[in-house]
Nanobody
Framework: QVRLVESGGGSVQSGGSLRLSCAASGYTFSRYSMGWFRQAPGKEREGVAAIDSDGNRSYADSVKGRFTISQDNAKNTLYLQMNSLKPEDTAMYYC?????????????????????WGQGTQVTVSS
């Protein structure tokens, strides 16, 4: 079955960087679209970045120019490079996979319909 395991979260100061990883197993990685979502306390889960199986990428306006999504098909791993972190980036970050286009799912805000989720990794940015 599909399994997604995130790592790389932690605590950093404002302006710092982190790289999140998501190790995928149980399916053909290159055939699925992938994405990163985040959820802060008291807020809804929101899409952060997405990459479709054809390589098309999208980003939330709040992270454009600071975050970069990428994947290594040989390692079945998804990444999120986060630079210039801000306190408002503090959240639990989740990796997700779906057979449909993740860029479209995030654009539509269709978070609840995403097929597969990891358990999350916490990112805390202090000012």
């Amino acid at each position: 079955q599909v399994r997604l395991v995130e790592s790389g979260g932690g605590s950093v100061q404002s302006g710092g960087s982190l790289r999140l990883s998501c190790a995928a197993s149980g399916y053909t990685f290159s055939r699925y679209s992938m994405g990163w979502f985040r959820q802060a306390p008291g807020k809804e889960r929101e899409g952060v970045a997405a990459i479709d199986s054809d390589g098309n990428r999208s980003y939330a306006d709040s992270v454009k120019g600071r975050f970069t999504i990428s994947q290594d098909n040989a390692k079945n791993t998804l990444y999120l490079q986060m630079n210039s972190l801000k306190p408002e980036d503090t959240a639990m970050y989740y990796c997700a996979a779906d057979r449909r286009r993740m860029t479209t799912l995030q654009a539509l805000g269709a978070t609840l319909s995403v097929g597969y989720w990891g358990q999350g990794t916490q990112v805390t940015v202090s000012s």
